[in-house]
């Protein structure tokens, strides 16, 4: 009898162990497909305007592409490479042209992570905040960062109030 008694006790020690004390569902907070729409949008808008022939792509927290536009005369690599300067962005949280100028520099770390997968030390990748939290990225490319930056800001701009 105390031997059942015992196994019924470690038993119910064991299954008590395996549940979790406070098991919770991660949230995370990402721009929704119409945010995304109105900054690539006015992102190419802007551009348009400046005679600008780009590519442009608006990703998601995870990296995952949510509007992704091919402009008129835009060259067949800016597609690719515009999804890429979002995902470095998104990914370290940070302007890609930053990451540009580290990696110039000689920056070692830079320089190791320009080998991960999607990742291009170009500018031309701006990450999207909200409340100080990475909730996207937006990537552009087909001309000199300097002028694409100017196009970003007008998209992201479009959506400034809703990111507080």
Request: charged letters at 15%.
């Amino acid at each position: 009898m105390f031997r059942t008694i015992r196994f019924l006790l470690a038993l119910g020690c064991v299954c008590a162990s395996a549940v979790p004390v406070a098991a919770q569902l991660t949230v995370r907070m990402d721009l929704s497909y119409a945010m995304a729409k109105t900054i690539a949008d006015a992102t190419m808008a802007s551009c348009v305007a400046e005679n600008l022939q780009v590519s442009i792509h608006v990703i998601d927290s995870a990296g995952d592409t949510i509007v992704a536009l091919r402009g008129d005369g835009a060259r067949p690599f800016t597609f690719e490479n515009s999804y890429e300067k979002a995902f470095t962005a998104m990914a370290f949280g940070r302007p890609s042209a930053e990451m540009q100028a580290e990696y110039a520099e000689g920056n070692s770390t830079r320089a190791q992570q320009a080998d991960f997968p999607h990742v291009v030390m170009i500018g031309g990748g701006v990450p999207v905040l909200a409340d100080g939290e990475v909730v996207g990225g937006v990537g552009i490319s087909g001309a000199a960062s300097s002028s694409t930056d100017v196009c970003v800001q007008a998209g992201i701009n479009a959506v400034a109030a809703g990111l507080r």
